[in-house]
């Protein structure tokens, strides 16, 4: 069973531009959740989607955002990015929508904006 | 809000056993879990509490008091391979957000 794919793994941005990450979950799997990893503040939840529809956000602005088609594969979305979007952002699928369900992480993506 | 504290970095002996505390408040989480994360690499699961008391599971377990918002990951017979960030996380009872902890690095020496 091929695990959580994230396209592409390295990217290089300049500020005020914008990028797009894909996630694509574990076959079966419909819930997809981002999160942002940097050194200072660890690992942060920024939104999660279950059968295309945004079901938790976290306290990013809204320069982040994200969607999920039918096929479970999900996209997030930063636009006019700043220095400090600089992160390694990791995709994670789960097979439910229960607390107690095992959440898979991808590679993660690690961008850099200079 | 619902911090949750693990220590930043401990460091032990191959062969010795480790243990990584974690503290939340008590009203924010229904269940901890308990991810490794290699450097560079994807976290991977290690182990889930819902109930309080002991989980083992191998070489690792995790305890769990919901009443004192408390949690600890313990790694016996420690391995080189060991050596890596070991990550706390609260979920609450409905939704799949996790609300982690800032990560244990936990360095292994021979």
């Known amino acids: 069973k091929a695990g959580v794919t994230q396209t592409p793994r390295y990217l290089i941005k300049t500020r005020g531009q914008q990028v797009t990450l894909s996630c694509s979950p574990i076959?079966?799997?419909?819930?997809v959740s981002w999160y942002q990893q940097t050194p200072g503040q660890g690992l942060q939840f920024l939104f999660e989607?279950?059968?295309?529809?945004q079901r938790n956000k976290g306290n990013f602005p809204g320069r982040f955002s994200g969607r999920q088609f039918s096929n479970s594969r999900s996209e997030m979305n930063v636009s006019t990015l700043e220095l400090g979007d600089s992160a390694l952002y990791l995709c994670?699928?789960?097979w439910g929508t229960g607390a107690d369900t095992e959440a898979f992480f991808g590679q993660g993506t690690r961008l850099t904006v200079v | 809000g619902q911090n949750i504290d693990q220590p930043t970095e401990m460091t032990a002996t191959e062969g010795a056993i480790v243990q990584i505390n974690c503290t939340y408040q008590?009203?924010?989480?229904?269940?901890l879990f308990w991810y490794q994360q290699h450097a560079g690499e994807a976290p991977t699961f290690l182990s889930y509490?819902?109930?309080?008391g002991l989980e083992e599971k191998g070489r690792f377990s995790s305890f769990l008091s919901r009443s004192k918002g408390y949690s600890y990951l313990l790694l016996k017979e420690l391995q080189m391979k060991d050596s890596a960030s070991y990550l706390c996380?609260?979920?609450?009872?409905?939704?799949?957000?996790?609300?982690f902890g800032g990560g244990t690095r936990v360095l292994v020496k021979p």
């Open positions: 994670a699928s789960r």
């Open positions: 008590t009203s924010g989480f229904n269940g």
């Open positions: 509490n819902v109930l309080d």
């Open positions: 996380a609260g979920v609450k009872a409905a939704g799949n957000k996790l609300t």
């Open positions: 076959s079966g799997h419909r819930s």
């Open positions: 989607y279950f059968s295309e529809t």
